[in-house]
């Protein structure tokens, strides 16, 4: 792949791709190293072609990536102690192109969600922030997660079920 | 007006977090690097040994500095109780390791071309480098992987069959009854085995792994890992099954029992054991009487790797 058309990629679909690594690492250097390793991942393969949504492609290298890294992590048990995004920087930025829809999600609301999806165990975070985040449907999570679409919509249950119970104070 | 659960979700989980020009920067740079030099030595392979290297790859268990984990120490493990109630655990959820079954059982597919496209994709997303060597006739092991990772060579070993990795590492598990009965690897047989140093004579983590299957409708995975990260905090869900219990071995050890219904109509059955530091999972795929199931069981020694039971 040549450095235009990375370039390209990055400019297309980098927020994207850096934002959901930053909530689902919930630490600003893994999630700059897992971003980083994404696109390289890409940059690798040898005969790319266009196929398909690229967005979804990058974040099944996201994904695989990190349930790699996750068995390193957790075997390596790392001695400096990580700090949750939420804590480093406040979840204060809002982006300047925010639409009219999200203005009327107010920093409060805002924040109560993220705090209540860090709280999901990391199976059921993921497959939340796929859905709601990322826009994917059950199946291309199922895809994406190699699981069956029965176990997906299982954890999406799961998912709303305790979120529900955390936000009910902000939702009918 | 308040919004749904639904609404509130959409609209607050949205990405916002930019990446810096500079990360950008050092991408790019890097993936020019990247066209000189590759990741990873490409090499032509025969199906066979790309499933094993996969395996490999795979199941790297990689390696601290921490302590050594010798056969001695595994004996001395207590089991630990893991059931517990997804309601009353979620109030009190942190970073708790829960265990879920991921595979549903919607399908119980045992065609060997299914593991084959999961391996390759791995491969294609692994950040593995290092060398892979196939073993020699005096080897117990048929194919090893090394990587260097933090100054430590970390090693991975693959073993044609599951008991040979146990008889090597003095592991008292007993597979003889399964591998006589279900005599046919199923997936990528491997068990890994890593060191703090290539000169280690005990692993200071280990990853077992394994499956067999009887025709095309009977399974038998095997899983055993041991660590230094406790499992006291660990969890099985009682509500992620159809149901859950505990069956105690003819040497006296205590597994706890869950099942899934597949929508083929097959029953998953797990059976758990779960000390201090180690995690013990047999997993049976397909028709099996609860008869049969408790031969499988009682045949496994298991006593040998906890302190529960009769020694």
């Known amino acids: 792949m040549n450095k235009q058309l990375l370039e390209h990629y990055i400019e297309a679909y980098g927020t994207d791709i850096y934002s959901f690594c930053i909530r689902l690492t919930q630490n600003r250097e893994q999630a700059e190293e897992l971003y980083q390793d994404t696109f390289l991942a890409m940059c690798e393969k040898e005969d790319w072609k266009e196929e398909g949504n690229v967005k979804s492609y990058l974040l099944g290298i996201t994904i695989k990536l990190w349930q790699n890294r996750k068995r390193k992590f957790a075997w390596r048990k790392r001695i400096a102690a990580e700090i949750p995004i939420s804590k480093e920087q406040g979840l204060e930025a809002f982006s300047a192109d925010e639409n009219l829809e999200q203005h009327m999600v107010s920093k409060e609301e805002q924040e109560a969600v993220w705090k209540a999806v860090y709280k999901l165990p990391e199976q059921l975070r993921i497959v939340i922030l796929l859905y709601y985040m990322e826009d994917f449907k059950v199946a291309e999570i199922a895809e994406k997660l190699s699981l069956s679409i029965s176990n997906v919509k299982s954890k999406l249950m799961r998912a709303r079920r305790y979120l529900k119970q955390e936000l009910e104070d902000f939702i009918i | ?311």
Not at chain 2, 54 to 61: D, E, G, K, R, S
Not at chain 2, 62 to 68: D, F, P, R
Not at chain 2, 143 to 165: F, M, N, Q, R, T
Request: proline fraction near 2%; glycine fraction near 4%.
């Open chain 2, 1 to 311: 007006m308040k919004p749904t659960l639904d609404d509130l979700l959409h609209n607050s989980l949205i990405a916002t977090d930019i990446p810096s020009e500079e990360l950008n920067e050092r991408i790019l740079n890097q993936s020019t690097q990247k066209e000189v030099v590759p990741m990873r030595k490409k090499e032509t392979k025969k199906p066979w040994k790309m499933a094993q290297t996969a395996a490999a790859v795979a199941l790297l268990v990689l390696v601290t500095g921490c302590g050594v984990y010798a056969a001695e120490r595994i004996l001395a493990q207590k089991q630990i109780a893991i059931i517990d109630n997804e309601t009353e655990f979620m109030e009190n959820v942190t970073e708790t390791t829960i265990h879920y079954e991921e595979f549903s059982g919607e399908n119980l597919d045992f065609a060997d071309s299914k593991v084959t496209d999961r391996t390759e994709e791995f491969i294609q997303t692994s950040d593995f480098v290092g060398t892979v060597t196939e073993g020699t006739k005096d080897d117990l092991w048929s194919l090893k992987a090394e990587e260097k990772i933090d100054g430590k060579i970390e090693v991975g070993y693959v073993y044609p069959k599951l008991s040979d990795a146990f008889k090597d590492q003095n592991i008292g598990i007993d597979l003889s009854y399964i591998e006589a009965n279900y005599p046919t690897l199923w997936s990528e047989k491997a068990c890994q085995l890593c060191y703090d140093s290539r000169d280690a004579d005990t692993f200071s983590r280990g990853a077992f792994f394994a499956s067999y299957r009887k025709g095309d409708s009977q399974a038998v995975s095997i899983q055993y890992e041991v660590s230094d990260i406790t499992n006291e905090d660990d969890y099985i869900f009682k509500e992620a099954y159809d149901s859950t219990g505990t069956y105690t071995t003819a040497d006296g050890v205590t597994l706890t029992i869950t099942s899934q219904t597949a929508d083929s109509g097959y029953t998953i059955t797990y059976a758990h054991m779960i000390t201090e530091y180690s995690d013990f999972v047999l997993t049976l795929r397909g028709d099996f009487s609860e008869e049969e199931s408790h031969v499988i069981y009682d045949s496994l020694n298991l006593s040998s790797i906890c302190e529960t039971g009769k020694q």
